[in-house]
């Protein structure tokens, strides 16, 4: 266990400049901030390299530190100032830790096991883009794929809108959107597109009924949508009906409307 009362230590640095994304990628690493993220980093086993955490923290959560340490992981206590140098919330909660990349290949990820998938397709907003992968855990997903032009997930706000779920599915990065779309389809899943813009809807039966089935769920652009070009390689493009006088619903909200339709049809 080491103690740092000055920001410019040689670890405390070598954290910081993991909120860049060309160093998170060199290094395989990325932040997690609060006990929440930092509990399912622990549960997550082998992926909790090191902890910061103050001396509150250490009075408040003992238990937690406790898991902590059994998990083998790097220990340092660290002044209030000096967390908040190395926090990037606004209200700092007291402990970071730096964890090692999660994702894991294409052919892992989409299986024949695979029943409901999400493939974000060139997402660009960290908040929506955690919030698809919260969504997917919570609708009991068998994995996320991050494909094309999607935000990094391991962008500091990417990781805390996945509210810890980050550590809970196979995640997949760096594959192109058709990539996935292939993988997904020799896999045995049917692929749908979630899109204002389509000519079937979530709640017509011929869906309905077909949601019972292995599915992948395309979710796009949070300003443009799915190009033509990915909405031809998709067996569906399916809109969520409007009801109300909404113009339309966000992504996050969307994409949880339809993965949990696709996890009540498999389920029942």
Same mark, same amino acid.
């Given at each position: 266990?080491?103690?740092?009362?000055?920001?410019?230590?040689?670890? %405390?640095s070598?954290?910081r400049?993991l909120s860049?994304r060309s160093?998170? $990628?060199?290094?395989?690493a990325? %932040?997690?901030? *609060?006990p929440? $993220?930092?509990?399912?980093?622990v549960?997550? !086993?082998?992926?909790?390299?090191?902890v910061?955490?103050? #001396?509150?923290?250490?009075?408040?959560?003992?238990?937690?530190?406790?898991?902590?340490?059994? &998990? *083998?992981a790097?220990?340092?206590t /660290?002044?209030?100032?000096v967390?908040?140098s190395l926090? =990037?919330t606004?209200?700092?909660q007291?402990?970071?830790?730096?964890? #090692?990349?999660?994702?894991?290949?294409?052919? =892992? &990820?989409l299986?024949t096991?695979?029943?409901l998938v &999400?493939?974000l397709?060139?997402?660009?907003?960290?908040g929506?883009?955690?919030?698809?992968?919260?969504?997917?855990?919570?609708?009991?997903a068998?994995a /996320?794929?991050v494909?094309?032009?999607s935000?990094?997930?391991?962008?500091a706000?990417?990781?805390r809108? #996945?509210a810890?779920s980050l550590?809970h599915?196979p995640l997949?990065?760096?594959? &192109?959107?058709a990539q $996935?779309?292939?993988q997904a389809? !020799?896999?045995g899943l049917?692929?749908?597109a979630?899109?204002?813009?389509g000519s079937?809807?979530?709640?017509?039966r011929q869906? /309905?009924s077909?949601?019972a =089935?292995?599915?992948? @769920?395309v979710?796009?652009?949070?300003a @443009?949508?799915?190009?033509?070009?990915?909405l031809q390689l998709?067996?569906?493009?399916?809109?969520v009906?409007?009801? *109300?006088q $909404?113009? #339309? %619903?966000?992504?996050?909200?969307?994409?949880?409307?339809?993965?949990?339709?696709?996890?009540?049809e !498999?389920?029942?």
């Amino acid at each position: 266990m080491t103690d740092f009362t000055s920001p410019r230590a040689a670890r %405390l640095s070598a954290a910081r400049r993991l909120s860049k994304r060309s160093f998170r $990628a060199q290094d395989r690493a990325f %932040l997690a901030e *609060g006990p929440q $993220a930092i509990s399912e980093a622990v549960n997550a !086993q082998g992926v909790l390299r090191e902890v910061f955490y103050t #001396s509150s923290v250490a009075a408040k959560l003992p238990d937690l530190l406790e898991a902590v340490r059994a &998990s *083998g992981a790097q220990m340092h206590t /660290v002044a209030e100032t000096v967390l908040d140098s190395l926090a =990037q919330t606004i209200t700092p909660q007291g402990i970071i830790g730096v964890c #090692s990349f999660i994702d894991v290949p294409l052919e =892992q &990820s989409l299986t024949t096991k695979s029943k409901l998938v &999400s493939i974000l397709a060139n997402v660009r907003d960290p908040g929506n883009a955690g919030t698809v992968i919260r969504c997917s855990d919570a609708a009991g997903a068998d994995a /996320v794929i991050v494909a094309g032009e999607s935000v990094d997930p391991y962008n500091a706000k990417a990781v805390r809108a #996945s509210a810890g779920s980050l550590f809970h599915l196979p995640l997949s990065v760096g594959v &192109s959107v058709a990539q $996935a779309i292939a993988q997904a389809k !020799q896999a045995g899943l049917q692929v749908f597109a979630a899109d204002g813009g389509g000519s079937a809807t979530l709640d017509q039966r011929q869906i /309905v009924s077909a949601m019972a =089935q292995p599915t992948a @769920w395309v979710f796009g652009n949070e300003a @443009w949508g799915l190009p033509e070009d990915i909405l031809q390689l998709c067996d569906e493009v399916v809109a969520v009906p409007i009801y *109300g006088q $909404a113009e #339309s %619903l966000n992504l996050g909200t969307a994409a949880a409307v339809c993965l949990y339709a696709s996890a009540r049809e !498999q389920r029942s």
